[in-house]
């Protein structure tokens, strides 16, 4: 299998002079379940950033399914099957579970279907799949509240269900198990396998390294900016730079995360 | 209808009509400060249209949103470019340009104000309330409303959903103006008279703080705060002076304690469920 | 002659701007120190001027005394422009809390200071009806001819005087401690806190600066064109506002700078194109300024930006 749904290539990117990202360059293989680990301050989210297009990168190049996504702008990129979650919940506060979940639709909506009113036709309007998937995943609907009265776990769920309403082919995930306990990182866990099994690729950030070993089978590390280890899961340990770069840090490979 | 009743539900109307302007930009997360500006708009076509051409009433209404809206259409590009206070000033400078133009213009009365030849009944404002009334709640009942939304509570997000905000923005910018204008036609029709100095910041203030007391959450908002602001001092019947100063306290007041308006989804939410739960105990 | 006449437009035109100066850098300490575009300012002005009339016309409320002096009337509508605007403190920053950081919520404090302009400025008109007031000094007709030029001396004083004012302030902030908290909390609000500074007592400092500017210019506006009136803040207002864009956002000397070229364009275009064209001239240079070049001739580029 070297079928390869995301390739970076030499990215680099700075922030008034300091050097976030040097050339950091890793392939992303279809269908897998891919971590990017590093320490706080490694440059993960940016890298993130610069994936959904929030920044431009220095140098080096995207390619997604192939293609180059320079000049694709951020909101286009949801079209071609890169969705995401955040770090921070970025939920809509005033929308309902539904409504931010359909918000995930936008990118598959028809442009005549955009004016149908949603209370009344909701066959057409996708309300119907919306409310099928929420079930499906087990996530009430909490009818009558929006959503930032909600606890975090139920949110942080709410927004990767939100990231794949856009029918996505590579999920970007932002430290989902952060701030949930370890019944919910369980249960996140699955879910995640749950959705892998549906054909999606994952490419995840995560401190919870339990949680990244018995999910992801391939993983990245940064630190500084820089790639020090690419490859499967089941070798990370033996990697002398890896361990170097977690010896003193608060991040502990083996134990609970920090 | 008693000669007065029906002043009232006029002003109502056109009052209600104006705070739909403001509200469409507002749920989109901008500020528009600067109503009065395309209210006047649209009530000087309206007078010019009847006085110059004689074109029927439904023709100059029809022209007075028209107007109102590719002007809107056409500043929006340059200033939707703002953001926050910048969009607030810019908007706020647009309005001051325009009642500037019209006080230095001999053809459009300048300041002594112009006649209109033309009459509605309160009737006609009050049909007009009620079609613009459904047009916002169907707006909102949308995707487009949706996406509105999502684009007034984060806009990096709602744009990494795929949203088109821009399209969003000026879309809302243009339909805005264009209610607005239509506001402004019915003013000009109803009360016969017109002078730039009506047109003023005040109205503007006024108008968007009906908006946001009355919540921009939900479509419901604009409609309760405009008849709210209306209403209470006519029915308190107090000087107009005590009215405007009430206003504040109550401005002050709503920002402390309830910041979001008075209706919200969340409060929306809980009295649908009670009807609805009562109507399925009977 | 023309050229006389115009260089005489000129000079009135700096006088005036004179009076904009101070109120322009009170609405520009608001917005680069809180990113607050505070719209109680043209009432905290006109209250200033209207308490200094009354204070001078009638005396201490409760015929606790007969008129004041107008010196010492002028001094008291300061103090209470100061105490008004430490109220506007209380009711728009010590109960606001950032909850979801989305729009509307960044436009709760302006919203605020719009009902607090209305609160003063219908305080005022209740009190003391709309009528325009005389209010009298010892200065009337002190011009001094320079060359064939009339300059008056109450404004040349005043435009001395706001430039002072201006500089101090200036001094303030970059010298003092108090200076030095304000500009942090400037930058970030929340890493000032970090660094130990108690924004909730620093805070009240920029709305007593902000109601100090307001009361000194009414007084200068009251000696220099006798009388005051309940919409004499409109008026100022919307002027200072533009020459707080025209010199950008926060900065301070860009607030001096905005103000004297709001007055010459105001009197020239009324020279040249009559009484009511000033309104377009300032309006639409400010629009382009906002559209085109938002941080102004002398502004940062990070306030205001996306916030209110």
């Given amino acids: 299998m070297s079928e390869f749904i995301l390739k970076l290539s030499n990215i680099s990117k700075s922030f008034g002079g300091v050097k976030v990202l040097e050339n950091v360059s890793f392939d992303v293989e279809k269908g897998s379940r891919h971590a990017l680990i590093g320490p706080n301050g490694a440059g993960k989210t940016t890298l993130f950033n610069v994936i959904s297009g929030i920044h431009d990168p220095e140098k080096g190049t995207v390619y997604f399914k192939g293609k180059d996504l320079r000049g694709v702008p951020s909101r286009k990129r949801i079209h071609k099957g890169l969705s995401r979650s955040f770090q921070n919940i970025r939920l809509m506060p005033h929308l309902s579970v539904l409504e931010n979940v359909m918000l995930g639709q936008h990118s598959r909506i028809d442009f005549v279907d955009m004016f149908k009113p949603l209370d009344f036709l909701s066959k057409s309007s996708g309300k119907g799949e919306a409310i099928e998937t929420l079930k499906s995943f087990g996530i009430d609907l909490h009818k009558g509240q929006t959503v930032s009265s909600l606890p975090y776990g139920i949110r942080k769920k709410i927004e990767v269900v939100r990231a794949l309403m856009a029918k996505p082919s590579l999920l970007l995930l932002d430290e989902p198990a952060a701030g949930l306990n370890t019944a919910e990182t369980k249960k996140l866990r699955d879910f995640l396998k749950e959705v892998s099994r549906r054909g999606i690729t994952l490419l995840l950030v995560d401190h919870d390294m339990p949680f990244v070993n018995s999910l992801c089978n391939q993983v990245s590390v940064m630190n500084f900016g820089q790639l020090i280890y690419d490859g499967p899961i089941s070798e990370l340990k033996n990697d002398r730079k890896v361990l170097e770069a977690y010896l003193g840090s608060e991040n502990n490979l083996e134990g609970s995360n920090a | ?282 | 002659m023309f050229f006389e006449q115009v260089l005489q437009q000129i000079i009135n035109g700096l006088m005036l701007g004179s009076i904009y100066i101070s109120v322009a850098v009170a609405f520009t300490l608001a917005i680069g120190i809180l990113n607050f575009l505070n719209f109680t300012i043209p009432a905290l002005y006109m209250f200033a001027g209207m308490v200094g009339w009354s204070l001078s016309h009638y005396g201490l409320p409760f015929g606790l005394s007969g008129p004041i002096k107008w010196w010492f009337a002028l001094f008291i509508g300061i103090n209470c422009a100061i105490l008004a605007s430490l109220l506007v403190e209380r009711f728009t920053y010590r109960y606001f809390k950032m909850k979801h950081g989305d729009a509307t919520e960044h436009a709760i404090p302006l919203v605020s200071s719009l009902g607090f302009l209305l609160i003063f400025e219908y305080l005022i008109l209740i009190a003391h009806g709309s009528d325009t007031r005389g209010f009298s000094t010892p200065f009337t007709n002190l011009d001094w001819r320079v060359a064939g030029f009339i300059i008056s001396i109450p404004q040349l004083i005043s435009l001395i005087l706001s430039i002072l004012i201006v500089a101090a302030l200036s001094y303030l902030l970059i010298r003092t401690k108090v200076g030095r908290a304000l500009r942090a909390i400037a930058e970030n609000p929340d890493a000032a806190t970090l660094m130990g500074i108690d924004v909730d007592r620093i805070v009240p400092v920029v709305f007593i600066l902000i109601g100090f500017l307001c009361g000194v210019s009414a007084s200068i506006f009251a000696i220099n064109y006798h009388e005051v009136s309940p919409y004499m803040g409109d008026h100022v207002g919307t002027k200072a506002i533009a020459a707080m864009v025209i010199g950008g956002l926060g900065s301070v000397w860009g607030a001096i700078a905005g103000g004297l070229i709001v007055g010459l364009s105001e009197t020239l275009s009324i020279y040249f194109f009559g009484a009511s064209s000033a309104q377009i001239t300032v309006w639409s240079l400010l629009l382009l300024l906002v559209v085109f070049k938002p941080t102004g001739l002398f502004g940062h580029n990070a306030i205001g930006k996306g916030k209110f």
Wanted: net charge neutral.
């Fill in chain 2, 1 to 282: 209808m008693s000669g007065y009743l029906s002043g009232v539900l006029a002003i109502l109307g056109i009052n209600v009509i104006f705070a739909y302007s403001i509200y469409i930009t507002a749920a989109t997360g901008q500020l528009n400060l600067g109503g009065a500006g395309f209210q006047a708009i649209g009530a000087y076509a309206c007078a010019i249209l009847s006085n110059e051409l004689g074109l029927p009433i439904y023709l100059t209404l029809i022209f007075s949103a028209i107007l109102g809206g590719a002007i809107s259409f056409l500043i929006a590009f340059p200033v939707l470019r703002t953001k926050g206070v910048y969009m607030v000033l810019a908007t706020f400078a647009i309005a001051e340009i325009v009642a500037g133009i019209i006080l230095n213009s001999d053809f459009l009365g300048g300041p002594t104000g112009m006649i209109v030849n033309n009459y509605i009944e309160t009737e006609v404002v009050l049909v007009v309330a009620i079609i613009v009334v459904f047009l916002g709640f169907y707006i909102m009942s949308t995707r487009i409303g949706l996406a509105m939304r999502a684009v007034h509570d984060d806009e990096a997000v709602a744009d990494l959903m795929g949203v088109n905000k821009r399209a969003i923005q000026v879309s809302a910018f243009t339909i805005g103006g264009s209610i607005a204008g239509l506001s402004g036609g019915l003013y000009a029709l109803y009360f016969g008279f017109i002078e730039a100095q009506y047109f003023n910041a005040n109205i503007s203030i006024f108008v968007l703080l009906y908006v946001l007391i009355g919540g921009t959450q939900t479509a419901w908002g604009p409609l309760l705060g405009a008849s709210f602001f209306t209403l209470i001092p006519e029915a308190l019947r107090i000087g107009d002076d005590w009215r405007f100063f009430i206003f504040g306290v109550i401005i002050v007041a709503m920002m402390i304690l309830r910041p979001e308006g008075i209706v919200t989804r969340d409060a929306l939410d809980r009295v649908w469920s009670k009807l609805f739960s009562r109507k399925s105990n009977v």
